[in-house]
């Protein structure tokens, strides 16, 4: 079936760098693109979402674009910190309507942060 | 707070036994899932419940049976454990409607079957 994936499994970046975790998805259908964090040993954690209508959107120190044309979802973190240190999953997921449908998730980017 | 809680954290039992894994969330949420995550650290979603109802049965062998008694509740059990069957197992939890992309997920429980 059709998959989100991820285009490199281990990311380093310097400490206050800016860091960018690509992913690229086939289902054009998908209503929500989402990003989630795992750190070592915890569940993944809620990080930003995107509607498929939309290209950008922005929280706090992060930003995610959605360039439908070439089905690229990536999220931008600023001046990563040493606990951004995790493995990053972007999600799709199609919108049924019955409120509890299951995320499809890539195969995580491991993001490393050099002091 | 635990937000989304589940026991035991750890699980070592031998092939063919049968074992289950509880989950709780106190977060007043109506739907709640069952993930699993493998050795290469993949997620794929197992099952969701909406108050109580089943509503996803994605292709898992029927040796593993969800049973929600409440809307807390999302209990998984399993039935003559594989050696296949070791992996991380996630509950999470969302609110119905539209924001149910938006999951909070437990601690996990490492199965480990010898």
């Known amino acids: 079936g059709e998959s989100v994936g991820l285009h490199l499994p281990t990311l380093s970046v310097q400490e206050g760098d800016n860091s960018i975790i690509n992913c690229a998805y086939s289902n054009s259908a998908s209503d929500y693109f989402i990003w989630y964090k795992q750190e070592s040993g915890k569940g993944p954690q809620f990080i930003i979402d995107?509607?498929?209508?939309?290209d950008k959107r922005q929280g706090q120190r992060v930003t995610v674009l959605l360039n439908k044309t070439v089905k690229h979802l990536s999220l931008q973190i600023a001046a990563t910190q040493p606990g951004d240190s995790a493995v990053y999953f972007c999600?799709?997921?199609?919108?049924?309507?019955?409120?509890?449908?299951?995320?499809?998730f890539g195969k995580g980017t491991h993001l490393i942060i050099q002091p | 707070d635990t937000a989304v809680s589940q026991t035991p954290k750890y699980l070592v039992t031998q092939m063919g036994n049968d074992k289950s894994i509880k989950c709780e969330q106190n977060l007043g949420h109506d739907t709640m899932y069952w993930y699993k995550q493998d050795s290469k650290k993949f997620l794929k979603i197992m099952f969701s419940y909406n108050n109580k109802e089943l509503i996803i049965n994605e292709t898992v062998p029927n040796r593993f049976s969800p049973k929600s008694p409440d809307k807390a509740h999302l209990n998984l059990h399993i039935n003559s454990l594989e050696l296949g069957d070791s992996a991380v197992y996630f509950c999470?939890?969302?609110?119905?409607?539209?924001?149910?992309?938006?999951?909070?997920f437990g601690p996990g429980t490492r199965l480990t079957v010898t």
């Open positions: 999470a939890s969302s609110q119905a409607g539209g924001r149910h992309y938006e999951q909070y």
């Open positions: 999600a799709e997921i199609r919108d049924s309507g019955g409120g509890a449908d299951g995320l499809t």
């Open positions: 995107i509607r498929s209508n939309m």
